[in-house]
């Protein structure tokens, strides 16, 4: 298993598939996995880099120094681990967050930057009910996964989604519970995601910009890619109706499609 090393911590990190890079940066809490449905289809196209941020997963979880900027110098040491100095950007939530920090301290790495279901943060940032985010939290706190992933449900998937996939998201919870996040972990990123705050230099990106969202997204309000699309210089938006925060698994194929159509429109 490969593993690039960032700030004193190492950093897991995959390859998957050939041609023009692109870096997947993965939410809160979240790991290589949370792409399952995404990276297959892309790497069919692109050299796909995805990886464990600090704080989950396979990465190290050290007990200080999380910061907006080290997830930025992480994602660098991941691409020039994997032997390249830029890249398209696909990143959602949290990972979306990580992206726009990355897009504006480090713009020559930034091919075309794809934003899925995230925010501006700060003062900018639109906040769900105050129910939505203790449910959220309190999930992490359910020991048996298949009762922490069905808490979440109302949250993360439309109906129709959750009736059709349930006993494959809960057999999936259940193989990737030894990958779950550690309290540690998520305070660790949590203050990165407190110090977050960029709408007022998004005008300055120049890159192609794509941003998404399910319109019914439970954790990340719809309004919040709205402020970010308006922001960014030309960038394009889409939103998927009935679809909540994990639009990129609900959505998978109409989104890959998407993200591939965006990342390869220069070559038509």
């Known amino acids: 298993m490969p593993y690039a090393s960032a700030n004193g911590a190492r950093l897991y990190y995959e390859v998957h598939g050939a041609g023009q890079p692109l870096l997947m940066i993965p939410g809160f809490g979240s790991t290589t996995l949370v792409y399952f449905a995404n990276v297959g289809p892309l790497a069919e196209r692109f050299k796909v880099v995805v990886f464990d941020p600090r704080g989950s997963g396979r990465s190290d979880i050290p007990a ?8 930025v110098d992480d994602c660098v040491a ?15 939530s949290f990972g979306g967050m990580v992206a726009q920090n990355f897009a504006l301290t480090y713009p020559d790495r930034t091919r075309r930057l794809v934003l899925i279901c995230t925010t501006p943060g700060g003062t900018h940032h639109i906040a769900p009910p105050a129910e939505n985010m203790a449910l959220f939290m309190a999930a992490s706190d359910i020991a048996d996964p298949a009762a922490a992933v069905r808490s979440t449900y109302p949250l993360h998937y439309s109906d129709a989604y959750i009736a059709a996939h349930d006993a494959e998201i809960v057999e999936r919870s259940l193989a990737n519970a030894h990958l779950r996040s550690t309290a540690e972990g ?26 998404l969202h399910g319109d019914c997204d439970g954790v990340v309000p719809v309004d919040n890619s709205r402020k970010i699309a308006a922001a960014i210089p030309n960038a394009k938006l889409k939103i998927y109706a009935g679809a909540k925060h994990i639009c990129f698994t609900e959505c998978a194929d109409e989104m890959n499609r998407d993200i591939i159509e965006f990342l390869t429109e220069n070559e038509r």
């Open 64 to 71: 200080t120094g999380y910061s907006m900027p080290g997830f």
């Open 78 to 92: 991941i691409l020039q681990a994997a032997g390249e100095e830029s890249a398209h950007v696909v990143a959602a």
């Open 186 to 211: 998520r305070a660790g990123q949590l203050e990165a995601v407190m110090q977050h705050d960029t709408l007022d230099r998004l005008p300055a990106l120049a890159m192609p910009a794509l941003v």
